[in-house]
């Protein structure tokens, strides 16, 4: 009977998801009271935000979607490291985007400073820029905090413009993101630091958190968010072939370095402006593979929520994971720019509510890793995917004495214990989504 309740309630979220789309259906909604966490430096535990995390309610009419949030995502935010006074605050935002979309057959639009979309959930994503250029007239810096105005002011088009990526690294978080005026973005593929095949950054040692999801070569990358254009965004990885078929392959920029050694009116190639600091530095060259994306970062490609096939952004990463050039949407929209963050809805809506999750797939041994094992100071428990639901992870004794107990919440992919205080030995870890459990050996070696 208990097997005939849970298939029928499969067939009947299945159905309802599918009347509604991904657009309306992919959004991680706080059902449970999550709140936000944020580090402070000098300090390896996290503070509680008074600050609901992900998304708190998704309604929809025929054209458009229109998700509310605060901004706060579930994974530990901070601390940012190059001097950002900054904290992830309270963005009481609605963003507004197109069920719709359709592709810009005109003049593209350019992207912008500022919000192009949106993750699912509810943290901004900004594109590839600073908001710092290099002044040819005066061979200095300007814009941005400690800069002086670019002449033609913040929109005005420069030589040569600065790339976040290489120029704010130090300010990033474990989870490769930042505030601007308390508006917690990312600018990358929201994936951990630690968790690259090259590590770049070594942040994650003192602050361990992770990023919205986690890279995984053998299967297709979840969606990941939505442009302003209305088209989705997925992680790095796809299938090779635009109809679905020739297995999973890493999605790759077309842009590469220029083999330029010089920069006309600009800063010398040297360590503080090494090759890649800036835009300019950067050429697109057309690819007819299929797993090469066009020059708005993407292409048109059946995806497990859109087997029918979709215009689709991926955030790219090169062969060690390392975010890539230019990263999630490109210098331009590929369709027209309808998205946009609101103050109010004015038509009626239907509210999307989301339904208790009765299997997800992270929730089997494969897809959860303990590490690092044997462990000295941290253990880390990983899922394979974004968390739909929150998890209980607890740790054990030999004898069976709970020693700790922590939480994986909905939208994050990691939790952690610490175990600097242990003796050495073998401790068992359980993994809990309140219907079922998984267990762990991990052995302590101090």
Known sequence: MKKTLLLLSLILSSIYSQAQGPAVTSWLQNITGIQGRHYVQGNATPITDNIDANVQTVQYSNDWVYVSTHGIPAYITGPFLDGNPSLASDQNAIYKISRNPVENTGVKTSTRGGNIGIFINGVSLFDWRDGVAWNPNTNALCGGPGNPPCPGGPTATLDWNRDAIPAEMDGFDCSKAHPAMGNYHHHQNPSAFNLDLLVVSNICDMYPADGLYVLDSTTHSPLIGYAYDGFPIYGAYGYKNTDGTGGIVRMKSSYSLSTATTRANGP??????PAGYWKEDYVYNANTDPDYLDEHNGRICKTP?????????????????????????????????TGEKVTSISEPTTTYTQWPTAIDDNFKASAIKAYPNPANDYIAIQLGNIAKEN????????????????????GSTLGYFDVRSSYSGVYTLTISNGKSSITKKIVLNK
Do not use: H, M, R
């Open 305 to 337: 929520e859109y087997p029918d096939g979709i215009y689709c952004y991926f955030a790219t990463v090169d062969e060690n994971w390392n975010s890539a050039y230019p990263y999630v949407v490109g210098l331009t929209y590929y369709g027209t720019v």
């Open 391 to 410: 998890y209980t992870i607890t740790l054990f004794d030999i004898t069976g004495k709970k020693l700790q107990e922590s939480a994986i919440n909905q």
């Open 268 to 273: 010398a190639v040297n360590t503080t402006y």
